[in-house]
T-cell receptor, first 111, second 115 residues
Framework: AQRVTQPEKLLSVFKGAPVELKCNYS??????LFWYVQYSRQRLQLLLR??SRESIKGFTADLNKGETSFHLKKPFAQEEDSAMYYCALNAGGTSYGKLTFGQGTILTVHP | NAGVTQTPKFRILKIGQSMTLQCTQD?????MYWYRQDPGMGLKLIYY???????DKGEVPNGYNVSRSTTEDFPLRLELAAPSQTSVYFCASELDGTASGNTIYFGEGSWLTVV
């Protein structure tokens, strides 16, 4: 069975500082990894997916199969980045859109 | 488009009562999901549906039932509510199950407390 671990429940940084939210996974196949974000009073929404290799709102995430990690990074954090972030894994194949989520990390960016 | 709409947003139930959480989407999505999120934990899949008339169990289905009589609606029923079902429930939908290419849309969540 697959598993997603986000070791930090809380992460605080100051505006302009680099930020890295950690995500580790265990899965024997080739997973699809995602980062979802939930801003205050908003619904959970997709931030980025590894297959797209994209940068969204300055965030990037690289899938490291050797370390089974998918850490989310941003070089200069902004106050509006404060939110709850979830790393999620899809096993692909007949798993359809079923996702396995990590516990989430609350990011607070201080002015 | 309203997206994914869940009702109610908040509900307090007594042990042993039953209730239905409603979920509807207006995006003509085939795939729909129900997740629950316990405090300090990630979301866990309860049930999912790949189309009208088809449902299947997720990771934590015990104590719940679902139906999918239409493409739009995917209600979640709690029978004989227990304190362990106190949680936040999220409904989600997706066009055709290819998570890598599609976006999964979530509802705002329903806060349920069983006392």
């Amino acid at each position: 069975a697959q598993r997603v671990t986000q070791p930090e429940k809380l992460l605080s940084v100051f505006k302009g500082a680099p930020v890295e939210l950690k995500c580790n996974y265990s899965y024997s196949g080739s997973p699809e990894l995602f980062w979802y974000v939930q801003y205050s009073r908003q619904r959970l929404q997709l931030l980025l997916r590894h297959i797209s290799r994209e940068s969204i709102k300055g965030f990037t995430a690289d899938l490291n199969k050797g370390e089974t990690s998918f850490h989310l990074k941003k070089p200069f954090a902004q106050e509006e980045d404060s939110a709850m972030y979830y790393c999620a894994l899809n096993a692909g194949g007949t798993s359809y859109g079923k996702l396995t989520f990590g516990q989430g990390t609350i990011l607070t960016v201080h002015p | 488009n309203a997206g994914v709409t869940q009702t109610p947003k908040f509900r307090i139930l007594k042990i042993g009562q039953s209730m239905t959480l409603q979920c509807t989407q207006d995006m003509n999505h085939n795939y729909m999901y129900w997740y629950r999120q316990d405090p300090g934990m990630g979301l866990k899949l309860i049930y999912y549906s790949v189309g009208a008339g088809i449902t299947d169990k997720g990771e934590v289905p015990n104590g719940y039932n679902v139906s999918r009589s239409t493409t739009e609606d995917f209600p979640l029923r709690l029978e004989l509510a227990a304190p362990s079902q106190t949680s936040v429930y999220f409904c989600a939908s997706e066009l055709d199950g290819t998570a890598s290419g599609n976006t999964i849309y979530f509802g705002e969540g329903s806060w349920l407390t069983v006392v």
